[in-house]
């Protein structure tokens, strides 16, 4: 038996974009729920050092920062919780969210911020190094590589984006790549060949990147050949793609083929009324924290104004 508990506004996730709708809905007096997922805080709790978000000139640690995202929900009354959202069923003008199968909430407004979660490789050395030379985010980390020689593995358009992106950074770039033509778009490709300072290695699979306590190198093998070398880099970058966490929403909302979730431009709205999503969730573009924070933001004041509308708040 599940208890069943009436909110005005939930929010799914607790990364920058949900920490921020949290604020923004709290303030509002929407007295928002929260749950936080498994991971709470989100991909940031995995980085390091976070050095592009306005406001701290400093940097921070990315655990501390989503800290502080928590602190200053909790602050304005976002009741956050541990737990996991397993179901939905949007049918009906109430949202009914399932949660740890124990919970049923009963919902005027959802705002989805659920993420996405990089894909990996799945070397033991890439796990170990995360963090520490390991990374999946070129434009978070690119800078602490500064005149070094790094590698990225992937072929697709993010990585060919971050690829260009290190390569105005760093001393020179290596980019691994599966097979022996790049998934990417033509003119994305075209700018990929013709930067002098990225090698592509084509055919090439990583086996082992190196290091004890930082990367210190990586080892390549050459698919076709079964060649295998070590490449010196202290930066190693996986751009493979990244999975919206939206699997429990595709029977209702709306999403591209990848799984990330449609909104109306220049809105939070998806196709389904009093539903929002904010974040990686709906954003494969940029991905960043404060672009996440932004929607999170746009979240709780569509989510405001449908309230009103409905008559609810
Ligand atoms: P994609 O899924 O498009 O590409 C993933 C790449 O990683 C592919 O080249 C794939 O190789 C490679 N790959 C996957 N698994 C492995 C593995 N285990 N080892 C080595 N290589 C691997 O992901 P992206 O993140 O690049 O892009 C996602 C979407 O976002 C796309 O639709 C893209 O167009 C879009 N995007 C658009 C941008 C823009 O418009 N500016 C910027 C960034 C992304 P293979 O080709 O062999 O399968």
């Known amino acids: ?119 990996w490789l799945g070397l033991p050395s890439e796990q170990r190094l995360n963090g520490f030379g390991v990374s999946a985010c070129a434009v978070c980390d690119g800078f602490f590589f500064k005149q070094q020689d790094v590698a990225i593995v992937g072929a697709g358009d993010t990585a060919a984006e971050e690829a260009t992106y290190l390569s105005k950074i760093c001393k020179k770039v290596y980019m691994i790549v599966r097979r022996s033509e790049m998934r990417a778009s033509k003119a994305m490709q075209e700018r990929v060949k013709n930067t002098p300072n990225i090698e592509i290695l084509w055919d090439s699979e990583t086996k082992e990147i190196l290091g004890e306590k930082a990367v210190d190198g990586a080892l390549i093998t050459n698919l076709k050949t079964g060649e295998e070398r070590k490449i010196n880099v202290t930066g190693f970058f996986v751009a493979i793609g990244h999975t919206p966490n939206t699997q429990i929403f595709k029977d209702w909302i709306t999403m591209d083929e990848q799984g990330y979730i449609e909104t109306i431009p220049g809105t939070s709205k998806t196709n389904i009324k009093g539903v929002f999503a904010v974040g990686d969730a709906q954003d494969k573009v940029y991905r960043q924290a404060v672009t996440a924070a932004g929607s999170g933001c746009m979240g709780a004041l569509d989510a405001e104004r449908y309230l009103a509308e409905i008559g609810v708040h």
């Open 1 to 119: 038996m599940s208890t069943i508990e009436k909110v005005e506004c939930l929010i799914i996730g607790s990364g920058p974009a949900g920490y921020t709708a949290g604020i923004y809905a709290a303030r509002a007096g929407l007295k928002p729920v929260m749950y936080t997922g498994m991971q709470p805080g989100g991909q940031l709790t995995i980085t390091t050092e976070v050095e592009n978000y306005p406001g701290y000139p400093k940097g921070i640690q990315g655990p501390e920062m989503m800290e502080d995202f928590k602190a200053q929900a909790e602050r304005f009354g976002t009741d956050i919780r541990f737990g996991y959202a397993s179901k939905v069923d949007f049918t009906g003008p109430v949202h009914k969210v399932w949660v740890d199968e124990t919970t049923e909430i009963h919902a005027n407004t959802v705002v989805i911020a659920t993420g996405a979660s990089a894909k």
